[in-house]
């Protein structure tokens, strides 16, 4: 796969950066609490998929659940009607999985989650939780967003 620390759908507790699988949240599902989390509005939200749908392939799909990619799950779950819709586009999983990748980045930048300031304190504390120099704490947040939770989730697959 090409998105190689892609989360776990949101609906299985992952981490924000899942929304860019997740259906339009027009049911009671996680999505709406991982929604308030990261200060994006459920209308936002489908805004923002639509509208990165429109400038990429992701906005193909037709025959799809929702009428588009964009809406679509992980390439690892097993979907009929994405992978021929994906076979019907000429997309490859790890093209999918790329553009899976920049909506959630583009989710990403429009929630809440980059705006929240970590301490030198916090980034000291992260720093002596891994045994790693201060630097690459506050580099290992950058990399995830901005988000703690996936700089841990990060910091300890590098350890293993």
Not at 72 to 99: E, F, T, V
Not at 106 to 129: G, P, Q, R
Request: charged fraction near 25%.
């Amino acid at each position: 796969m090409a998105w190689e620390d892609a989360p776990a759908h949101v609906c299985k507790g992952g981490d924000a950066r899942g929304l860019a699988f997740c259906c339009p949240p027009v049911k009671p599902c996680p999505v709406h609490n991982k929604l308030a989390e990261i200060g994006l509005s459920p209308q936002d939200f489908i805004e923002l998929k639509e509208e990165f749908g429109k400038k990429t392939e992701l906005g193909g799909g037709p025959n799809t659940c929702f009428g588009s990619l964009v809406w679509c799950c992980k390439a690892s779950k097993p979907c009929p009607l994405r992978d021929s819709q994906l076979q019907a586009l000429g997309i490859s999983h790890d093209r999918y999985m790329d553009l899976k990748k920049q909506l959630a980045d583009e989710i990403l930048a429009k929630s809440n989650v980059n705006t929240i300031k970590y301490s030198d304190e916090d980034i000291a504390k992260l720093a002596e939780t891994f045994n790693i120099p201060q630097s690459e704490a506050k580099e290992a947040l950058e990399t995830a967003g901005n988000d703690l939770k996936t700089a841990i989730k990060n910091l300890r697959l590098k350890n293993l």
